[in-house]
């Protein structure tokens, strides 16, 4: 083990700055990082044991026990909930032996839940030794299960392949692209080169200015305007960086995974055309973990780019010289934000950065850098190649353009769709055939939970704005139970833990949702919800606590009939429930309560 | 030469450098915003985000924010006051105090705000958070069950060839402060001391000296947190 380790560091330079690699490769050896591992890093990049252990234990895919030879990771977000989750939990517990949370003994098997792994589309879904497996049901655990005990090889468990580049031999996935609707910027047909070659014709002042001009607003959810981002990097002196962010962990969002296969030259261009805008020499693409199937498809992309030149030194022959490396992330949602993305690129725990200084001003390594979404990077080539007043006479006054949604959940169509800004939820709906639908989720559980009496508003930075998240919640669905209970247990899960307000307000929220759940809720805890919520709102570093109580304070006041039908309206009511405590120690001596029964 | 602003806390006219952390301009003026994670020279923490104040209508972080000409601030309002208020009592619900028995007891500046924003009782439910206290190491006990994850430690305590000795371990609710067992093995008596003096609660604690000073002459005996700022400028 110990020489291993020792090749694994030095075949990353020694380099600190690279622990997020070197971290990922030793788990990927040995299902763990040991307590020798870790001392070994200390000694070798001679920082602190304390130090490595603080990188290693904020990523949920970094284990410090075996994983087991075969490891499971389930995907418990909401959709994968709605579509049949618990009968998968129950075989798979049924076929190897074991709960969810544990391995066998002989360490064939492990079993674990994860957050969404951007699969909506086909859900119930998850990763087995990094490979994806969608649309499970009994069965289909029945076999796998089978094959894990017969030793098989995870590759060859998958027997179905997806579509398009899903079927490309350095991925051979079963994934599929579920591509309902194409429109003119994204996923219209796309020549590599063309953007490029048109924008390294120009100087770089032009190339921002067409942006700026264009007014596209970044794809990632916060809609900042990127000609203006571009400028501003463009403005400060030094070496510069250009980040993509395919961290893709709002749950209910795909339309990533999809660009990222189908669209990967066209990413990589625009992070080119990014580097040339501002004067970077060096992109790195930030790639979620649960992707880690694409790893090898988007390297043999990225030689491609080099070979015909659209990548390295002299760029077509126009004196620009820039390349692109691609950062594997190891599970924290968090990270998708821009400033925990730095850092977690930088080797580090991904807690998001005090601001001033913006990334722009001092981001990767300290110097200007750009962080935009992968879709964002997509439309900059469009814009390039087709002009900005093509680009802009597109969607509506505010949102110029088109976006990518990704619909799930209680609809006969889910998957990808490009449409023009301004689209209302009503025909979205209609596009997508759903029915007796109770509110759809915009733009995942940071987002709002909306009622049917909104239903005419319309998808815009302007009204709805939205990463791309939309899931559709039925009827005959629990919206208190099944989908804001879920939620705030993401957020309690994935909070950085930075602030004292979204450590512990996420953790209360999370139990006093609960509580109301379980029936021993009382108006007050409604009151309280909703003036926590606003404390926490007010008083965090980034947008995960700013955001996070809005599963609880948008249903508060949309739906605020549900919680009434659920509380009692007297003065007090115990959270603790005598039942349930006394219950371990019952077993524990094997008898039952009488009194509390 | 830097450059002179002026801007207002709560109406009252203040002076200060361009670039200055609002928090310690403020202090500069005789305005006390209150801190725990916050130490003046120090790279900021904003985690404790008990400085939050406004500014110019947005709620931010003071210690984080850089002081600029013209900023109109909010920050004893109501609002704020309760607003603190809460973070106080989350992080007693947060943790286990038990302040009787605390070292830090009356050196401490949660319980110094606990008194000054008048906590009784804790709006909020207890966590009853399972913490292990470590030992282990010659000079230090590390009392997490009091640890407010203020980061002081983190940024301040190195080896001598500045390596660091306290850090994080997990994330959100599973956060833990965390302590190298080797480095710290060759930590000095005033590295130990200093570890202990910059912890503003009783988590880190220097071995053998417990409750060396008596009450009645403990730092916030006799002086609420916070007048030492509001007395020296009238
Ligand atoms: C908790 C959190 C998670 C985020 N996750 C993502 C993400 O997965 N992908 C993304 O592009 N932006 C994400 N963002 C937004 C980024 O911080 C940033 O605004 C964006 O990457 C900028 O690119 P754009 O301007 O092209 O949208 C997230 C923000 C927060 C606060
Ligand atoms: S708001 Fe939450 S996720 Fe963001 S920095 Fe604070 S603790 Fe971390
Ligand atoms: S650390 Fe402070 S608040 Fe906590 S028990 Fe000790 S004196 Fe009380
Ligand atoms: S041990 Fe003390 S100084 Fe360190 S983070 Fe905890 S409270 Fe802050
Ligand atoms: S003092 Fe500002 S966040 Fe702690």
Redesign the pocket.
Known sequence: MKEKIISIIKAHGTDTARLMDILLRVQAEFGYVSTEAVSIMATMLHISEVDVVQTLSFYHFFTTDAVGKYAVYMNNSLVSCMMGMKEVVDEFEKQAGIKFGSKTPDGLIGLYYTACIGMNDQEPAALINGIVFTELNREKVRNIVADMKAGKSVNDMVAVIGDGINANPLMKSMVKNNIRKSGPVILADYTLGIGIAKALTTDSKSVIKEVKDSNL????????P?GM?WDFCSRETGVHYVLC??????PG?FK?RVLLTERAYMVFEGMTIGGYAIGAAEGILYL?NEYTYMKAYLENVLNDMRTKNFLGNNILGKGFNFDIRIQMGAGA??C??????IESSEGKRGE?RNRPPFPVQKGYKGKPTI??????FCSVVRISEKGASWYNAIGTSESAGTKLLSISGDCKLPGVYEIAWGMSINEMLEMVGAENVQTVQVAGP?GICLPPKQFDRKIALEDLPT?GSMIVIGQHRDLLKDVVLNFMEFFADESCGSCVTCRSFNMILRNAIEKIVDGHGIKKDVENMLAWSEILRKTTR???G??SSNPISTTIKNFRELYDARVKDVDYQSDFDMQKSVLASCEAVGRSSVVHE | MSETIKFTIDGKECQGTKGQLLVDAAADNGVYIPVLCHMRDLIPAGSCRICTVKVNGRNMAACTTPAEEGMAVENNTPEFLDIRKAIVEMLFVEGNHFCPACEKSGNCDLQALGYKYQMMVPRFPYAFERREIDATTPKIFLERNRCIFCKRCVRVIKDEEGRNIFAFKGRGNTLEINIDRKLAATMTDEIAQKAMDICPVGCILKKEIGFVNPIGQRKYDTMPIGSDIENNHQ
């Open positions: 607003r970044g794809r990632g959810g916060a809609g900042f990127t981002k962010n395919a961290d893709e962990g709002e969002t990533d979620r949602y968090v998708g934000e821009e400033s925990a993305l998001p962080v935009n979404n992968v879709e964002t940071s990463g980034c947008g995960l700013q955001t």
